[in-house]
C-alpha cells in the first residue's frame, strides 16, 4: 500500500501527508482534526471534494432528530468552507498541476497549515491555508489564507461565510433561525436544535489583507440562501501579488455555563462584540495565545519523552495527549468524551466504557481535574441509570452502555448494519445486556479515589455511585436452583462477537468485585464516617442491601479455571468451534470475518473481537497467579482479531508483563498505528479515542510499569528493546512524581510535598526525594 | 460567452451538451430532466460532482420541515446515483482525458443517453448511461449502464443502490423508516414524511449482463448505512470486454390513488412483485412502452410544425410540450402544476397563478382532460381560499398565492432573501397582498369552460368557484368617502417590484371583471339553471351577495388612460422618477438592478419587473383599442426589465398583435433561450414552467393568432419572417381543429362532429370542414 502519512523524524510534533488524494480525505480530516474539548471540527479542506465529512461539534449539545433516532450530537453550520475561483475555475486540487503540497498539524500549537501551488491552465498561484481552534478562548477559531498570484493578472472570486445545509448524514438537528449582518460584515447565524431546542449563535467575519494593508474596499456582496449566509468577494492581483483573507468565528450555545439563563439575544450580542474584539487581535495573536494555552495546560504538565530507534513512539504519545485534550469537555462535568471524540458522526458523541478503562486513566494521573469532571459525569448520571434499572427490573444504579447527556439514560441505537446473509439490519444488545459498563464505571471511580485520594469527591459523590451500582449488581443476579448458585445469564462480555452468553468471565468477576467493594466500604462508612453512612443509608437502604449482598456474594459464580488452566470466557465459548482465523489476522481492515460469516455464525466459533478474559486478568492482576495469565494469554491471544481499537493495548500491555517485550512492542506499534498509520480508511468516521488513552496506557502502565492495585502504587518498568530512556510523570494522590526510566535504572522524583510509598519489584519503598532502582 | 448547450439542426427532438463543465450540472439537470407528472428527477449524473442537486421529486407529496418553514415537496431518496470505480479510481470527468462526451435528451422518446471515453492513466474505458422515467408505469425508472473495457485488465467496482441522505438544501423532510432486502437483490427502503407523514416504498434491483448472459455470480455485498442501502459488485472486465448493468427502480407512496388506504406493508409487496415483473420485462421493452406513451399520450394530438429559417424553433415547442408533460401531474387532481415544475427545489412545488395565466391554456386547447385535472385542484382548494379570506377578515374564496395541498390554504414564505443594504431578510409580501391570484384562476376557470365547453365542470364546480371568488372581491374592496368610490389598496400587482402600492390597474380591473361575470351568471343561473342556483345560493347566500355586486360594481375605480393615454400601473407610479435601464436590459443575468439598489429604493422608480399593464391589455384584449395598446406598449416596454420569465412571452404575443413581428420574433427567441439558451446558471433552480407555457402560447396565441374572447373563437394568425409555415391543432368546444399557415394563406380542418365558429380578420365564418382564407 503506498503511504499516505507523512512524518517528521526531526520533528515529533508534525504530523500529516504530502499527497492530496480524494480517497484519504477522512483519514485527514480525522487525523488532524482541531478542538479544544468544547468544540470539535474535523479538517475537512476549504474547497470542498466529494467524499469529503464536514463535521462541527459542540460538546454535550444533544439532540434526537424524531422519535426513531437515538440523540446525537448534531453536525453545526460548517464556518470552514469556503469557495475559491480563480478565473472564474473553482480551486480544485483533483484538476491542474499541484506542486508542493504539504497539509500538517502541529500538535504543540494546534495549528493546520497547508500549502501547495496550484496551476490549471493560464492559472498559476501559492496557497497557505492556516487554521487553528482556539485553546485559550473555546469559542473561538481562526483561518488565514494567503494567494499568491504566480500568473499574469488574475481575478479572484471568494465566498465564505456559514453553511447551515450540513447534516448528519442526511438528518438535519437544526431548525434553520434567524440570519443577520452587522457593519455589512460580521455575520451570525442562530439555528436551534429541533427536539431539545438548544440554539446556537455562529458568527464569522473576515478581513482582507494586501500590501499589509487592510483592505476594506474589495467589491463585496452578502448572500443569504436557504441555511447559508455569504460573503463574496471580487479582486484582481497582479502578477506577484498576495492577498490574505482572515477569517475568524465563533460559536456559542444555549447550553454555556457562563452564559446560562441568558437570551438569544443577549448571546448574539455578546458573541458580536467578542468577535469584533477578536479581529481586532487578528490570526497570528489569537494563535500565539492558544498556542500558550496548549503549552501551559498541556505539554508543559508532565511530559513524556521517549527515546527510542523510532522516532514515531515520541510522535503517537503526543498524538495521543493532543487528541485526548481535543476530545474531553474539561470545562463542564456535565460531558464526557465521545467514543469519536469530537471528530466523527462514529458512535454519534456517545460517550461508552471506553472512557473509563481506556482514557480516564491518563487524566486520573496526571489531569486529576479533567479526570473529577469525568466521573461527576458519572455521578450525574445516577438519574439516567436510576431511569435505565428501573425500566429493566431491577434496582439501583444500572449505567447506559452508550450515555450522552446524564439524565437520557440508555442512548445505544437499537438497530444496526445488515446482516449479509438476511439482509435484515442487525439488532445492537447491547444497550440491552452489555452490562459490565456498570462495573466499569465503579472502576474507573474507585481507582481515581485511589490514585487522587480526592475525599470531598467520594464522600459527596464516588461512595454513593460504588454502592448503588453494587445495589444494581444484587437485583441483578439470577439464582440457579439446580446448582445452588447466583449467576448472570444473557449477556454481551467486552467480546461483542458472543451476544447473549450465560456468565461471562469478566461480567461475573467485575459484578463480584464491585458488591464486594460497596461491602467493604458500607463497613467502613458505618464506622468511620456516620453521617455520611446515614445520608446514603437514607437515600439507597444501605442496610437492607447490605443484607443481601452478604447472602449472595458468596454464591455468585465465578468462572474457574479448566484443568488446563483457561478460565472460560463464558458457559460455552470452550465447546465451540476453532477457526483458523489467519487471513483474518493478517488484514488490514477490521471486520473481514463478516464478509464470510454473519453473527449467528461467529457466535458458535472461538472467535474473540477483543480482550474480554484478558482485559480482566490486566485489570485485576492482582486476582490471578502470573502462571494464569500465560495460560490464558496463550489461549486467547490467537483466537482475538483485534477488531476492535480496545484491543491491542491491552494486549500489548499484558505481553509487557510477561516478558514477551518484542511482542509487546509490535502489538504498541498496531496500536498507535489504528490512526496513525497507513490504513487511509481506519479513521473515517473519527478518532479511535479508546486507542489514545491505550497510547497512554501502554506507555506508563505496560513499560513504565505504573499500577494502582488495591490503592498501592506500584512501578516496575521494563522497556522494550528499542526504548533507550522513557521519562514520564504522575500525580500520586496530589504529589507529582517524575519517572525516568533507561535499560539500567530508574529513577523517581517526588515533586510533591509528602512521602510516597512505592511498591517496585517486592520491594516497599517510601519515595520522600528520589528513589534510584539499579534494574 | 461559450457555448454549452447542443442542438441538432437535422433532428428537432434532441436536446444536450457536448462538453462536460462541472459549473453547468445545474443547467443539464433542469433542461434534461425526466419525468412523467408523478414524478420528476434532475438529470444529475450517475457518479457525484461538487455542484450538483440531486433531487427527485413525487407531485403533491408536501411536507412542512418544521413549524417555522412553508410545506415543500421532499426531495426523495435517490434512486440515479452510481459510484463506479476503476482500478480503484473513482469515475471522475474532471480527472483525466475524455473523448466523445455527449449528452442527449431524446424529447420524443425521454431518453437520456450520455455517452464518452474516459482514460485516466492506465485506466480506458467507453461508458454508455441511458435512463427514463416510466410515461407509460408512472412508478417506474430505469438506467442502463455500459462499461466497456479499451484497456488492458480492468477492476470494476459499482455501488448502487438507494441514497437517503439527499435533503432540500439541508432541511430533511423524512424519517429514515424501513430498510429490507429481498432474495439478496431486491432492495427496498421506506422512509416517511416528518409532518406530513405520507410513506415512501422506494425499490431497486440490478442485473449484469456480459457476452449476452445475464450474471448472477459477481461478488457482491449489500451494505445498509444510515439513510441508505446499496450492493457492491466487484467484476473484471478483459480488454474489450463489456459489461451492461441494469438498474430498474420504483416509487410508490400512500398518496396514490390506487393503493389508497393500503397499508405499508401492502404497498411495499406490491411494489416488489412490480419490480420483479419490470426486470423480467428489462429495459429496452420498458423504454419502448413508454416511448410508446409519449407517441399517443403527446406527440400525436395536435402536433406542432413549424417551417422556420431557425431550426431551433420547432425544437422550442418539442422542448415545451415534453417539459409541460413531464411535470404535470395530470393523473390526480388534488395536485396541480409547481412553478418549476417537478425540476428543482425553486419556489418548493408550489402552484402559483403560472398556471391559469401561462400554463393552463395550452392544456385547455390541446388536453382538456389534464385540463380538467387542473381546474378541478381549483375547485378543491376553495377549502384554503375559504381559510384564507377568512383569516384576512375577508368572505368568499381568497385563493393563495402559492398553493400545495388543496386545503393548505396560503403557503408563501413570509421572509425572502437579505437585503443588500440592512443585511436583513426582506418580508415577501406576495402571500399577503399579491391578491390578483384570485381573478387569475376564475380567468383559468372561464376560459377552460369556453373554449372545452365543459358543461358538467361548469355546473358541479366552475360556476361555483367563479360566485365565490367574486364574492370574495367584494368583501376586499375599500370605500373611500372622499373620492366617492371603491378602491383596492395596499396591494403587490404583477410587477412585483412595486410593493404595497394602491389600485393596480390589473388588480382593479380584473377585480371588476371577476363580480361582473359572477353577475351575469347569477342572472343565467337563476333563469335557466334554477337547480344549481338554488343549491349555490344556499351555499354562498347568492341573494345577499347579489346585491352588494349590484351596489359596488359600479363605484369600482378602474384606472383610466392619462391624457397621453397611458394607463397609471397604480395610484403613484407615473410620478416616479424614471432610471436609464439600458445596463441591466442588456444584462444576461436578471435581477442585476439589486446589485445597485434595493427593493424600497426600485419601488420609487418608474421600473417594471414585468408585464402588468400590458398583461391586462393582452388577456382582456376586447376591452381596449388597438390604439391604447400601442401607447401603452411604448410607455411600459422600456420600463420593463423582464427579470421575470412570466414576462418575455406576453410581450412577444403584443408586439405581434401590434404589427411589430421582427421584434416579437426577438421576444420569442430571448424567451425560448430562458431555460433553452445558453446563460448557464439561469435553470438551477429549475425549469421555467410559464416560459414553457409561453413558447406554446406565443406560437398559438401569437403566430398562429388563436384568441378565445368573451366565449368565441378568433383566429388571426401573422407569421413572423423566418417562418415559412405554421401547422398546429386546437379542440374547440369538442372539435379538434387543424390549422395550417403560411404567409400566404390560412387553412383550417374541422375534424369534429360540430361546426365551429370562427371570427377572423372581422368576419365571422362557420367551418363545417374545411375554411381557407388568404391572408
Redesign the interface.
Request: charged share 25%.
Given at each position: 500500500m503506498r503511504t499516505g502519512m507523512n512524518y517528521f523524524e526531526s520533528n515529533p510534533w508534525l504530523i500529516g501527508e504530502n499527497e492530496f488524494q480524494?480517497?484519504w480525505l477522512g483519514k485527514a480530516e480525522t487525523v488532524m482534526c482541531l478542538g479544544n474539548g468544547y468544540m470539535g471540527i474535523r479538517s475537512a479542506t476549504e474547497e470542498?471534494?466529494?467524499?469529503e465529512k464536514r463535521d462541527t461539534f459542540v460538546a454535550g449539545t444533544f439532540n434526537k432528530?424524531?422519535d426513531?433516532?437515538v440523540t446525537e450530537l448534531p453536525n453545526v453550520p460548517d464556518l470552514i468552507g469556503m469557495d475559491i475561483r480563480l478565473n472564474?475555475k473553482?480551486l480544485?486540487l483533483?484538476?491542474g498541476e499541484v506542486q508542493g503540497y504539504q497539509r500538517t498539524l502541529n500538535l504543540k500549537t494546534g495549528e493546520l497549515i497547508r500549502s501547495f501551488v496550484w496551476e490549471y491552465k493560464e492559472v498559476k498561484a501559492a496557497f497557505t491555508f492556516k487554521r487553528f481552534v482556539s485553546f485559550s478562548e473555546k469559542h473561538l477559531l481562526g483561518q488565514s489564507v494567503e494567494i499568491k498570484n504566480l500568473s499574469n493578472g488574475l481575478d479572484l472570486e471568494i465566498n465564505s461565510g456559514i453553511d447551515?445545509?450540513?447534516?448528519n448524514?442526511?438528518?438535519?438537528h437544526f431548525?434553520?433561525?434567524d440570519?443577520?449582518?452587522?457593519e455589512?460584515k460580521y455575520m451570525q447565524m442562530m439555528p436551534y436544535t429541533?427536539t431539545s431546542n438548544i440554539f446556537f449563535v455562529l458568527s464569522t467575519v473576515h478581513q482582507l489583507v494586501k500590501k499589509q494593508d487592510i483592505y476594506e474596499e474589495t467589491k463585496k456582496?452578502?448572500?443569504?440562501?436557504?441555511?447559508k449566509?455569504y460573503n463574496r468577494y471580487w479582486l484582481s492581483l497582479e502578477k506577484n501579488e498576495a492577498v490574505t483573507i482572515e477569517k475568524i468565528s465563533s460559536i456559542h450555545t444555549s447550553m454555556d455555563k457562563e452564559t446560562a439563563g441568558q437570551t438569544l439575544n443577549e448571546v448574539k450580542d455578546l458573541a458580536l462584540e467578542g468577535l469584533k474584539s477578536a479581529r481586532e487581535k487578528g490570526y497570528q495573536v489569537l494563535l500565539a495565545s492558544s498556542a500558550k494555552a496548549w503549552e501551559k495546560q498541556v505539554w508543559s504538565v508532565l511530559p513524556i519523552t521517549i527515546a527510542s530507534n523510532n522516532f514515531k513512539d515520541q510522535l503517537a504519545i503526543n498524538f495521543a495527549k493532543y487528541h485526548l485534550h481535543v476530545m474531553t469537555p474539561a470545562h463542564d462535568e456535565r460531558m464526557n468524551i465521545g467514543a469519536k471524540g469530537l471528530s466523527g458522526e462514529g458512535y454519534k458523541g456517545h460517550t461508552f466504557w471506553d472512557t473509563e478503562i481506556f482514557m480516564l486513566p491518563y487524566f486520573t494521573f496526571t489531569h486529576p481535574k479533567i479526570a473529577e469532571s469525568l466521573v461527576t459525569y458519572r455521578y450525574l448520571g445516577l438519574e439516567g441509570a436510576h431511569k435505565k434499572a428501573l425500566s429493566n427490573g431491577f434496582e439501583g444504579a444500572q449505567f447506559p452502555w452508550e450515555a450522552a447527556w446524564p439524565d437520557d439514560g440508555e442512548t445505544t441505537p437499537v438497530w444496526g448494519?445488515?446482516d449479509?446473509i438476511?439482509?435484515?439490519?442487525t439488532k445492537i444488545w447491547s444497550g440491552f445486556i452489555e452490562q459490565h459498563i456498570t462495573s466499569d464505571v465503579t472502576f474507573g471511580i474507585k481507582q481515581f479515589i485511589d490514585v487522587t485520594n480526592n475525599q470531598q469527591f467520594a464522600r459527596e459523590k464516588g461512595y454513593e455511585v460504588i454502592l448503588d451500582t453494587a445495589k444494581f449488581w444484587a437485583s441483578r443476579l439470577e439464582w440457579q436452583e439446580d446448582r445452588q448458585r447466583y449467576e448472570i445469564l444473557h449477556v454481551v462480555g467486552p467480546d461483542e462477537y458472543k451476544e447473549q452468553i450465560d456468565n461471562n468471565a469478566f461480567t461475573n468477576y467485575t459484578a463480584h468485585w464491585n458488591i464486594s467493594l460497596a461491602m467493604k466500604l458500607y463497613q467502613t462508612l458505618k464506622t468511620e464516617e456516620t453521617v455520611i453512612f446515614e445520608k446514603l443509608n437514607e437515600k439507597l437502604e444501605l442496610d437492607r442491601v447490605y443484607e443481601e449482598w452478604q447472602e449472595k456474594i458468596n454464591k455468585l459464580y465465578l468462572p474457574q479455571p479448566n484443568k488446563e488452566g483457561v478460565i472460560p470466557q463464558d458457559d460455552t465459548y470452550l465447546s465451540k468451534d476453532i477457526l483458523d482465523l489467519t487471513t483474518y489476522k493478517n488484514s488490514s481492515h477490521v471486520g473481514t470475518l463478516f464478509?464470510d460469516y454473519n453473527l449467528e455464525q461467529v457466535n458458535d466459533m472461538q472467535v474473540t473481537k477483543q480482550a474480554d478474559v484478558l482485559l480482566l486478568l490486566f485489570l485485576f492482576e492482582d486476582l490471578f497467579p502470573k502462571k494464569e495469565k500465560l495460560i490464558n494469554w496463550n489461549y486467547y491471544e490467537p483466537k482475538t482479531l483485534h477488531d476492535s481499537s480496545l484491543s491491542l493495548s491491552t494486549h500489548a500491555i499484558l505481553a509487557a508483563d510477561l516478558g514477551k517485550l518484542d511482542l509487546s512492542y509490535d502489538l504498541f506499534n498496531q496500536a498507535m498505528n489504528i490512526d496513525m498509520g497507513e490504513n487511509m480508511a481506519s479513521s473515517n468516521e473519527g478518532i479511535h479515542a479508546a486507542s489514545l488513552g491505550g497510547i497512554w496506557q501502554m506507555t506508563v502502565f505496560g513499560y513504565g510499569g505504573v499500577r494502582c492495585l488495591n490503592g498501592k502504587l506500584r512501578i516496575e518498568p521494563h522497556l522494550p528493546e528499542a526504548w533507550h530512556r522513557l521519562a514520564f510523570g504522575i500525580i500520586w494522590q496530589g504529589n507529582p512524581l517524575d519517572v525516568t526510566v533507561t535499560k539500567e535504572q530508574m529513577i523517581i522524583v517526588n515533586q510533591g510535598t509528602k512521602d510516597v510509598e512505592v511498591e517496585a519489584f517486592g520491594t516497599l519503598h517510601s519515595v520522600s526525594n528520589e528513589l534510584i532502582i539499579n534494574l
Open positions: 480524494t480517497d470542498s471534494y466529494i467524499g432528530f424524531d426513531n433516532e472564474n473553482r480544485d483533483t484538476n447551515g445545509q450540513v447534516t448524514n442526511g438528518s438535519q431548525t434553520e433561525g440570519k443577520a449582518l452587522a455589512g429541533g456582496r452578502i448572500e443569504m440562501g436557504r441555511r449566509i448494519a445488515a449479509i438476511t439482509g435484515k439490519p464478509h
